[in-house]
């Protein structure tokens, strides 16, 4: 049955691979919108093994994922032969629901690939929201490649800074970009905060920190791209310097272990909190003073430094890292640093001598996320796609 909507709806279709944290309370908002009738396909759900790839456990996240807004899934593969049994049930899809217009989250897979084709023959407007940014050196094919691919859309929602930057070097004209923002479910981040705002102390105390102490924080799955032993290694050099530094890793994954052995090595006290779900973030957050992603360019946004921002905290953040340039003002909310121990170290210095300057870096952060980085304001940013692209 074809999707009832009225003249001032707009039907809109996101496909996209599978169901993400941080995407369902979009959803849920553009299902409410007056102006938008959503309907969002999702290529396959995934199992708690898979879901749990780099993590090193099984799991599911302990959010609602697919209530409040209209969705199927297509429950394909990513594999090549699954390409034109999607193109088939994408010609149905469309001819019963309709859309006018269709989001495609990006080109990672030949699906994605695949629907944004089915879409562009099928005469519809195509719109991508894509992660890639301008951070990482690609070659000569690649970028042809590239090229070719974003000439098929009529519109791309922008998440970031260094996103548009990608589009832009790809010949893609600026009145083709909206304005959108890379999010978390911010309400949910703020209202975790403030219900365990108390119990910072006793967390802290649990885990051998004092007053005293300067916890820094990584928060993530411990896999090479991450580089999550470059905090260890500057850890050990704010210390030989008087520092009284210690260290959390939330999260898990192949080089925990390795993890452990180097802060043996180090001698650098660390607390290893283990995988969190959704609604046990906090226990992370709220143990820590300062929250660093020390990623490579692998690293296209790093969502953590949102919910690290949210929660308060200032925050210190690869140069090689999307958000870096978004959400990291250089001594008002955090610090950027070469991914290398000696600038990490010496981003963290003034960070590590005053509490007064912690908190008000970490009030201005919150602030920041709140205002610009939002469902919300990617909302506005879609409307205005959809305003363009389909009155």
């Not at 759900?45 to 799991?59: D, M, N, P, R």
């Not at 911010?186 to 300067?214: C, I, K, P």
């Amino acid at each position: 049955m074809r999707i009832q909507s009225t003249a001032k709806r707009t039907r809109v279709c996101f496909i996209t691979t599978h169901p993400i944290q941080y995407m369902a309370p979009w959803f849920r908002e553009l299902a409410a919108h007056p102006e938008i009738d959503l309907h969002v396909v999702f290529l396959r759900h995934l199992s708690e093994s898979v879901q749990g790839t780099g993590f090193g456990t099984a799991f599911t996240w302990d959010v609602p994922l697919l209530e409040g807004y209209s969705n199927e899934s297509f429950d394909l593969t990513s594999s090549v032969s699954h390409v034109f049994p999607l193109m088939k049930r994408l010609l149905r899809f469309f001819a019963e629901h309709d859309p006018q217009l269709v989001i495609v989250t990006g080109w990672n897979e030949p699906l994605l690939v695949a629907a944004q084709l089915v879409t562009k023959l099928s005469g519809r407007t195509l719109v991508v929201r894509g992660e890639s940014n301008s951070l990482r050196p690609r070659g000569p094919v690649v970028r042809v490649l590239h090229r070719m691919l974003l000439k098929l859309p009529l519109g791309f929602l922008s998440i970031g800074e260094k996103n548009r930057a990608f589009y832009r070097e790809n010949g893609v004209a600026d009145e083709r970009i909206f304005t959108g923002a890379y999010f978390v479910e911010t309400d949910r981040m703020l209202a975790m905060a403030q219900a365990h705002r108390h119990e910072r102390r006793l967390l802290r105390e649990a885990r051998g920190f004092s007053d005293e102490d300067v916890v820094l924080l990584f928060c993530g799955k411990h896999v090479p791209f991450k580089r999550p032993q470059l905090l260890l290694d500057a850890a050990a050099k704010m210390r030989e310097r008087g520092a009284k530094v210690k260290v959390i890793y939330a999260g898990s994954g192949e080089l925990t272990d390795t993890l452990r052995a180097a802060a043996r090595a180090l001698n650098v006290p660390t607390h290893f909190e283990g995988f969190l779900n959704q609604t046990e973030l906090w226990r992370a957050y709220l143990s820590a003073d300062v929250f660093v992603l020390p990623s490579d360019n692998g690293e296209t946004w790093g969502l953590v430094v949102n919910e690290a921002m949210l929660f308060g905290l200032p925050v210190l953040v690869s140069n090689e890292v999307g958000s870096r340039y978004d959400l990291v003002v250089d001594g008002v909310t955090g610090y950027g640093f070469e991914p290398n121990a000696d600038a990490l170290a010496d981003a963290a210095q003034p960070l590590l001598l005053n509490s007064e300057l912690r908190r008000s870096m970490g009030e201005r952060g919150r602030e920041r996320v709140k205002s610009l980085y939002s469902s919300h304001v990617a909302t506005d940013g879609l409307l205005q796609a959809v305003k363009r692209l389909c009155g």
